[in-house]
C-alpha cells in the first residue's frame, strides 16, 4: 500500500482480510479533514479465469450498484470508485454502527415487536432497490448495520447485487449468497428476483427471532427446517417464546419455498403489517403504530414490544460492521441516540447515570416470564397488580413483595390493567379484543366486556367506580365507554385516526382524555361523549396520558423522546420536558415528594424512570433500571413507591422511598 490511494485516501488500519476476494481498510480522506472511510482493495485469491471474472465482475457491479443506490439514506454511498497499480479500489461511505449479528450476540434473541419494528423500517429499503431493477440477493444480519447515529437500518455489501434483466448464470461453486438465507430459486438456478430478496428477508427475521442460524440447519437437513420453523422458537432456555398468529402468517409466506407462493414485493409485506395490531403492545409503550406511511419508518410505535427481545444490557465495547466483499471491524464506544424518524425500537445503550438515586432503594418482583407492559396500585395502598405478555395477571403484597396470586384467562398478551376506587375490582385488557373483570378476593372472573374489534391498549375506571373506559388499537381505534353494574356498552366514542393508547378520566370524573398514536390527545364530555377540544402539536404517537391531582394540568409521554405539559383550560403547551433518549411509554403524577407537593413521574425505553418538578419544569432525578425498557410506570398512593414495568432481566421493579 502506498501512502495516498486516488491522491486523497489514506489507510490506516487493516480491517479485514476475508471474503475469497477483498481487504477491506478503514481510511482518512484527506481532502476532508481526515473524515473516515472504507477503502475496499482488490485483491483476489481466486484461482482460475472463471472464479477471477465472476469477481471482478461483482466487485465492478458493487460500485455500480452503490452508486446508482447511494442517494438512499440506508445505503452507504459510493465516494470513489478507481483502479491503481494494477489493483481496483472503491471508496465507500463508513457507517458507524454494528452489524445485527453482533448485536443478536450481545442482546440476545429479538421479540416480535422488534421484529416487526425490523421489517418496518428495511422493507422500504428494498422496496427501493427492487423498482430499480436491483436485487441484493445476500441479505442476512451480518449485511445490516444498526446506525449509530440514529438507530436506523442500513443494508450493505452490494458485491452480489445483480440488475433483473441480466441474464448471467451461476455456476457450480460460485453460488452468490448465503446457504440457509438464500431462496431454492436463486440456490439452483442463479435467478434472483424481489421475492428471492424476501426469503432471505424471513430467514434473517427466523435467526434474529429463534438464535438459529439458517446456515446450520441448511447444513443439517437442507431446506427442510422451513416448514418446521415454529418448533425451534421454544428450543430449552428460551421458555415458551411465541409469535403471533398474524406475525406467524407472514414468517410463513416469506419463508414459502415456491417462489408463486411466497410474497412477490415489499409492498406487500408492509401492507399485511400495518393492516395488523403488534400482538405485543403494552399499553402505551408496546404498541405497533402504523406511521410507516408517514416516516417510512413506523416505530409503529412499536412500541412494539421489542418486548422480549429488548432484553439484556449493551455493552460499550467493540462491534463488528461488515461491508460489502471484506468485512470492517472497529471498536464503536459511543452509546446508540435515537432520531425522530428512527424506528421506535432500537436497542439503546443505557445512558450514564445523570442523578444519583439514594433516596430510592430498588427491588425486582420476580414471576412473569415475559414482559410487563402495565402496571397499577390499589387506591387502598395494600395491592400492585401488572400484566404481561405472558397472559397472566399477577397480584403482589407490596408490603412484602409477595406474590398473592395469579389471574389467568385472556387468550394472548395482556396490555394494561387497573383498580376500581373501591380496591375490590381489576379491570384488565388484552389483544385478544376482550376487557376482563375480575373479583379480588377470590380471583374469580365476574365477567369478561366484549365488543372492540381490535385489542385493548387502556381501561381506566371512572372515579365513582360505575363507569370504565377503554381505548382500542389501530384497526378499532375507539373508546367505548362500560356501564359496570350490568356489563353493557354505554356509548362508543369516535375521533381518533389510529389506535387509542391510553384514556383517563379528569379527578372530578367529568372528562375524559385519550392519547392516540394519530398524534393528538382529545378531550370529551362525558355526559354528552362530544369532543371538547384537541391537542395537537406533538411529532409522534402519543403513548402516555395522565391528568395532574389538580385536574387543569394534563402530562402526555411521547414517541419523540419529551414529556408535554398542557394547561386543560387554554388547550395551550405549558412545557416540553427533554432528557429522555428515546420514546416516553408512561406517565404518572405522583404526591407529596416535591416542594410543590406534586412530582411527574416518566418511564422511557431509555431504561430509565425520571422524576420532573412539574412547576419549573427541572428534572429532579434519574432511576436507572439497570436492564431492559419501561413500558408502564405508577405510583403508590402514600407516594412512597413507584413502579415500573417492562422488559429485561428485572421485568418488574419497584422503588420505595427510604426516609
Wanted: charged share 20%; proline share 5%; hydrophobic share 35%.
Amino acid at each position: 500500500m502506498i501512502p495516498l490511494l486516488g491522491g486523497r485516501y489514506r489507510p490506516t488500519e487493516l480491517l479485514s482480510d476475508e471474503g475469497g476476494f477483498g481487504r477491506t481498510y478503514l481510511a482518512q480522506d484527506v481532502h476532508k479533514l481526515n473524515e473516515c472511510c472504507v477503502v475496499k482493495q482488490f485483491a483476489p485469491k481466486l484461482q482460475g479465469t472463471g472464479p477471477l471474472t465472476k469477481a471482478i465482475e461483482l466487485f465492478k457491479q458493487e460500485a455500480s450498484r452503490l452508486q446508482e443506490l447511494g442517494e438512499h439514506p440506508q445505503i452507504p454511498t459510493l465516494l470513489a470508485y478507481f483502479e491503481q497499480n494494477h489493483y481496483l479500489f472503491l471508496v465507500q461511505q463508513f457507517i458507524n454502527g454494528q452489524n445485527l449479528l453482533k448485536e443478536w450476540e450481545t442482546l440476545g434473541s429479538y421479540s416480535e415487536i422488534e421484529i416487526r419494528t425490523f421489517l418496518l423500517d428495511l422493507l422500504p429499503v428494498l422496496k427501493f432497490i427492487h423498482v430499480r431493477g436491483v436485487i441484493h440477493r445476500d441479505i442476512k444480519p451480518q449485511n445490516i448495520i444498526r446506525r449509530q447515529s440514529d438507530g436506523r437500518l442500513v443494508l450493505i455489501d452490494f458485491g452480489a447485487s445483480k440488475q433483473l434483466t441480466a441474464t448471467v448464470q451461476t455456476k457450480m461453486g460460485t453460488v452468490i449468497g448465503s446457504h440457509g438465507y438464500t431462496a431454492l430459486e436463486q440456490m439452483q438456478d442463479g435467478k434472483a428476483y424481489p421475492a428471492s430478496d424476501l426469503f432471505s428477508l424471513g430467514a434473517t427475521c427466523f435467526h434474529l427471532l429463534t438464535g438459529v442460524r439458517p446456515s446450520q440447519l441448511w447444513i443439517q437437513q437442507g431446506y427442510g427446517w422451513v416448514q418446521s420453523w415454529r418448533q425451534y422458537l421454544n428450543r430449552p432456555g428460551r421458555d415458551g417464546i411465541s409469535v403471533s398468529t398474524e406475525l406467524g402468517e407472514i414468517l410463513d409466506k416469506l419463508l414459502q419455498l415456491d417462489i408463486q407462493k411466497r410474497y412477490q414485493s415489499a409492498d406487500e409485506v408492509i401492507t399485511d403489517l400495518t393492516s395488523q395490531p403488534s400482538p405485543l403492545s403494552s399499553v402505551p409503550p408496546t404498541i405497533l403504530t402504523p406511521t410507516f406511511a408517514a416516516t417510512s419508518v413506523n416505530k409503529a410505535a412499536v412500541s412494539l414490544k421489542s418486548n422480549s427481545k429488548l432484553q439484556m444490557q449493551l455493552l460499550l465495547g467493540s462491534s463488528i460492521l461488515v461491508l460489502g466483499l471484506g468485512g470492517v471491524w472497529y471498536l464503536q464506544t459511543r452509546p446508540h441516540t435515537m432520531s425522530e424518524y428512527s424506528p421506535p425500537i432500537s436497542r439503546p445503550i443505557p445512558p450514564e447515570k445523570s442523578v444519583p438515586e439514594n433516596s430510592f432503594l430498588p427491588k425486582s418482583l420476580k414471576g412473569h416470564s415475559s414482559d410487563v407492559n402495565s402496571v397499577a396500585f390499589s387506591p387502598d395502598g395494600i395491592t400492585l397488580g401488572s400484566a404481561s405478555d405472558d397472559k397472566t395477571i399477577k397480584l403482589w403484597k407490596l408490603a412484602s413483595g409477595e406474590e398473592i396470586r395469579t389471574l389467568q384467562g385472556h387468550s394472548t398478551w395482556i396490555w394494561t390493567v387497573t383498580f376500581s376506587p373501591d380496591s375490590k375490582t381489576l379491570a384488565s385488557g388484552s389483544a385478544d379484543k376482550t376487557i376482563k373483570l375480575w373479583n379480588l378476593e377470590t380471583g374469580k372472573l365476574i365477567r369478561t366486556l366484549e365488543g372492540h374489534s381490535d385489542g385493548v391498549a387502556s381501561v381506566a375506571f371512572s372515579p365513582d367506580g360505575k363507569t370504565l373506559a377503554s381505548g382500542s388499537a389501530s384497526k378499532d381505534k375507539t373508546i367505548k365507554l362500560w356501564n359496570l353494574e350490568t356489563g353493557k356498552l354505554i356509548r362508543t366514542i369516535d375521533g381518533h385516526t389510529n389506535g387509542v393508547s391510553s384514556v383517563v378520566f379528569s379527578p372530578d370524573g367529568k372528562t375524559l382524555a385519550s392519547g392516540s398514536w394519530d398524534r393528538t390527545i382529545k378531550l370529551w364530555n362525558l355526559e354528552t361523549g362530544k369532543l371538547i377540544r384537541t391537542l395537537e402539536g406533538n411529532a409522534e404517537s402519543i403513548l402516555s396520558v395522565a391528568f395532574a391531582p389538580d385536574g387543569v394540568t394534563l402530562a402526555s409521554g411521547c414517541g419523540d423522546k419529551t414529556v408535554k405539559l398542557w394547561n386543560l383550560e387554554t388547550g395551550k403547551l405549558i412545557y416540553t420536558l427533554k432528557g429522555h433518549n428515546d420514546k416516553v411509554n408512561s406517565v404518572a403524577f405522583l404526591r407529596s415528594t416535591s416542594p410543590n407537593g406534586v412530582t411527574l413521574v416518566s418511564g422511557s425505553s431509555d431504561k430509565s424512570i425520571k422524576l420532573w418538578n412539574p412547576v419549573t419544569g427541572k428534572e429532579i432525578r434519574t432511576l436507572e433500571t439497570g436492564s431492559g425498557y419501561i413500558y408502564a410506570v405508577a405510583i403508590s398512593p402514600d407516594g412512597q413507591t413507584i413502579a415500573g414495568g417492562g422488559s429485561g432481566e428485572n421485568i418488574l421493579k419497584i422503588w420505595q422511598m427510604i426516609q
